[in-house]
């Protein structure tokens, strides 16, 4: 959401060109695909639920940081393939942590369940974005959103520590 949105319209408002801004999300792209194939080797390093929670606020983080880097070309580029690894090896590990959380019988419904939750995030986090630029600015609901974005990742270590470390 953030990315195809106002990622865009904010580097757009802070100078960048066209051809920048679609190289940047270019380069996010690629270096998905270089964390996709780091994604299991990287799972066998860091437990899978920890990776997952990681990679996504590496995410976060490297988005929610825009306003900060705007000006600075190597840093936006920087983040950009830091957010791309990060989203490149979350997804595999996320698929990898649901397959072996639930019996294959309801495995369909699960990937289902996981992209509606997708969807509606993509939703959601652009309206809320909206809403908080409307009142303070668009930098701002960078900060306001990502951090909520982090409590988020915070509030679910502990449960997803004990459901993860039960003994089965």
């Known amino acids: 959401g953030n990315q195809a949105s106002f990622y865009i319209v904010y580097l757009g408002d802070s100078g960048l060109s066209g051809t920048v801004i ?27 639920h920890f990776l997952l929670i990681g990679c996504i606020a590496v995410s976060i983080v490297a988005i929610a940081v825009t306003p900060l880097i705007a000006q600075f070309l190597t840093l936006l580029m920087a983040a950009a393939v830091l957010r791309g ?19 294959p ?38 900060y306001l959103i990502g951090f909520l974005l982090l409590l988020g990742c915070a509030a679910i ?11 089965r």
């Not at 690894?85 to 019996?103: C, D, E, H, I, T």
């Open 105 to 142: 019988d309801v495995q369909g419904a699960t990937v289902g369940l996981r992209n509606t939750v997708t969807r509606l995030a993509s939703i959601v986090t652009p309206t809320a974005m909206g809403i908080a630029a409307g009142i303070w600015s668009l930098g701002a609901s960078f």
């Open 157 to 167: 270590v502990i449960p997803a520590r004990r459901i993860f470390d039960a003994p």
């Open 85 to 103: 690894v990060a989203q490149g090896v979350s997804q595999p590990v996320m698929y990898s942590l649901l397959f072996r959380a639930v019996p």
């Open 22 to 48: 679609g190289a940047l999300v270019g380069l996010s792209e690629f270096a998905g695909v270089i964390g996709s194939l780091m994604a299991a080797s990287t799972e066998r390093l860091v437990r899978p």
